[in-house]
């Protein structure tokens, strides 16, 4: 096959795996919506609308997903996030590895604003210690900076449920490395 008959040949294939995958999850999302749990339908919702705001937001698919919401202010950083089913465990309150993934992404968000130009932070350790159960709707992550140096940096975020209760504690370390285009 010529150049222009392969190029023309594999968008057909990818129009093809498009229309398969269209209609995949038309299936999916019909699924949900006829047997699924009202917290189902709550979590379908929540991806979705997700994954629609990506290109308006330029934001991960992890923000987006989880919903969180980024302040800087004078000393550091606040992200917040809704508490939904998304994010429960088998008990039914937010899941540890949930309320890690807020805290890196604070200090990670925080951390790759103050780094140069050309430079981006990676996390190199991260250290959280949970205290009380993360109920009710909304969770606050404070993050600031106790270490800014040449190849690294270190940071504390501290979560806490609505009711000002801090239910978790968390230190970062990141490295600075060049940027990736």
């Not at 790759?112 to 130009?117: D, H, S």
């Not at 993360?134 to 993050?143: F, T």
């Amino acid at each position: 096959m010529t150049r222009k008959k392969d190029s023309k040949y594999n968008g057909y294939i990818m129009m093809l795996r498009r229309d398969q995958v269209g209609t995949r999850m038309t299936e999916l999302v019909k699924q949900i919506m006829d047997n699924g749990s009202e917290a189902d339908q709550q979590v379908l919702e929540q991806v979705l609308t997700g994954l629609a705001q990506k290109p308006a937001k330029q934001q991960t698919y992890i923000n987006l997903l989880f919903g969180f919401e980024t302040e800087f202010t004078s000393d550091g950083l606040a992200m917040t996030m809704p508490v939904t089913s998304l994010v429960h465990n088998t008990l039914g309150i937010v899941h540890g590895g949930v309320i890690t993934t807020l805290a890196d992404t604070a200090m990670g968000t925080l951390a790759n604003k103050m780094v140069p130009e050309g430079q981006a932070a990676v996390t190199t350790e991260i250290q959280v210690h949970f205290f009380k159960e993360a109920a009710g709707s909304r969770l606050v992550c404070k993050c600031s900076v106790l270490h800014k140096g040449r190849q690294t940096m270190v940071f504390e975020s501290k979560v806490y449920r609505e009711d000002g209760i801090m239910c978790g504690h968390s230190t970062g370390s990141f490295f600075i490395v060049p940027k990736k285009n």
